[in-house]
Every structure is written in C-alpha cells, then in structure tokens.
C-alpha cells in the first residue's frame, strides 16, 4: 500500500466536541493522539514510518488538546513541543505546581509534551494535520555529544532536548550566493524531489519555533 493511500485510510483522532464547544480555557491529555502519533510516524511497523523519529520510540510523549487560541507576531500557533520537565526560571513551588499539572495529566512527567490546537485540527486536511505532528515530532530530539554521537545519562537513558530546525536562512540570502554556499542544499533537493506522502500547506506557526527565534 503506497504513502498517499495509506495516508487517505488513516483514522486521525478527533477533538473531543466538549472541548470545542466549551466556553472556557481548557487542555486535555490525548492518549489517543499519542497512539496514533506512534503508529503512524514512529513504532517500526508504522503506517507512514519515518525513520528520523526512531529515537522516539523510548521516548514518553504526553500529548494536549487545547482549545486556547494562541499567536505570536500577528500569526497563529497551533503546535508546541517542549520538555516534560518544568523549564525556565521558575521558584520551588511554582516548579512543584507545575509538575503536579502535568503529573494529574500524565501520572508522570514526560520526556516531552506536545500540545495541538484543537480547533485547527478539527477543520484542517489530512496532510495538513499529518505534517503538522510530524514538524512537533522533529522538535523532540536526543541529544548529541560534539562528535554528533546520541548522548545519554549515566543510567543508560538518553538524554532528550529540543531541537531547532534544520536550515535558518533567508530567501535572499540563498537568492543571491546559492544553496551550497549557504547549506541548504539537501533542503532544495528535498523539495525539487516532492513529497514522499501528500502536498500539505501549513499557514502556521509552531509555538517551539517562535520561542527559540525570540
């Protein structure tokens, strides 16, 4: 079964309809969205398994819905991975509280959480949605030592960090000196190639990405 049919037969969980008809403010764990998540990009026999999430398969990732509308710079957020664990400069109790949350939401704290706007979700396509995960999905990373080997702690458990994206340059710049000279050029041969499972257009904006560019 190729990508694109395989894509077109995949049951994506949906927002619960309490939580897009709610008046309030509210996240809600998704264990459901975690699932899927894993059977479609990452387990081994994944659906549409892509082989730079095999890291995360010893990975715990806690999954939100929110219905919070989010922005920044005038465009929506409708996507952030961040560590499990509390980050920041955050007093002791308000480091406890915080880890009480995710705790009533998880039963532990993940190596990471990703949270996904619930009412773009419910409208967007397919492929919108499929590679919207997956833009969260490459966030959670493993960290590297500098000889680009993973690098874990002194149990034998890796040790996770987000990560930035692959290119940051601007249109001009590769415009006027080139992919080589500017290092995109697995990025332009990724794109003249086309997509492996379906076009998606993706007018948004990913809380992770935001933070780090602030």
Same mark, same amino acid.
């Given at each position: 079964? +190729?990508?694109?049919?395989?894509?077109?037969?995949?049951?994506?969980?949906?927002?619960?309809?309490?939580?897009?008809?709610? &008046?309030?403010?509210?996240?809600?764990?998704?264990?459901?969205?975690?699932?899927?998540? #894993?059977?479609a990009f990452i387990a081994e026999d994944a659906v549409?398994?892509?082989?730079?999430?095999?890291?995360?398969?010893?990975?715990?990732? =806690?999954?939100?819905?929110?219905?919070?509308?989010?922005?920044?710079?005038?465009?929506?957020?409708?996507?952030?991975?961040?560590?499990?664990?509390?980050? +920041?400069?955050? *007093?002791?109790?308000?480091?406890?509280?915080?880890?009480?949350?995710?705790r009533g939401w998880f039963g532990e704290v993940p190596?990471?959480?990703?949270?996904?706007?619930?009412?773009?979700?419910?409208?967007? *396509?397919?492929?919108?949605?499929? $590679?919207?995960?997956?833009?969260?999905?490459?966030?959670?990373?493993?960290?590297?030592?500098?000889?680009?080997?993973?690098?874990?702690?002194?149990?034998?458990?890796?040790?996770?960090?987000?990560? +930035?994206?692959?290119?940051?340059?601007?249109? *001009?710049?590769v415009r006027r000196y080139g992919a080589e000279a500017?290092?995109? #050029?697995?990025?332009?041969?990724?794109?003249?190639? *086309?997509? &492996?499972?379906? #076009?998606?257009?993706?007018?948004?904006?990913? =809380?992770?990405?935001? #933070? $780090?560019?602030?």
């Amino acid at each position: 079964m +190729g990508k694109v049919t395989a894509l077109r037969r995949l049951a994506r969980p949906q927002p619960p309809r309490a939580l897009l008809d709610a &008046e309030g403010e509210c996240f809600l764990p998704a264990p459901e969205l975690a699932e899927w998540a #894993r059977s479609a990009f990452i387990a081994e026999d994944a659906v549409l398994i892509n082989e730079d999430h095999a890291h995360l398969r010893q990975a715990d990732i =806690g999954f939100l819905w929110t219905n919070v509308e989010n922005s920044r710079r005038g465009s929506r957020i409708i996507g952030q991975a961040e560590l499990g664990e509390p980050q +920041g400069a955050m *007093g002791r109790w308000a480091k406890a509280r915080a880890k009480v949350q995710v705790r009533g939401w998880f039963g532990e704290v993940p190596d990471f959480i990703i949270t996904i706007d619930a009412l773009y979700a419910a409208e967007c *396509g397919d492929a919108e949605f499929c $590679s919207l995960l997956e833009h969260e999905l490459y966030h959670c990373a493993q960290e590297r030592d500098p000889f680009g080997a993973p690098r874990f702690n002194r149990y034998g458990q890796p040790i996770w960090t987000i990560r +930035g994206h692959d290119v940051e340059e601007f249109i *001009g710049v590769v415009r006027r000196y080139g992919a080589e000279a500017t290092g995109v #050029r697995d990025l332009v041969e990724a794109a003249n190639r *086309g997509p &492996e499972i379906s #076009r998606a257009r993706v007018a948004h904006l990913c =809380g992770t990405c935001q #933070r $780090s560019a602030a």
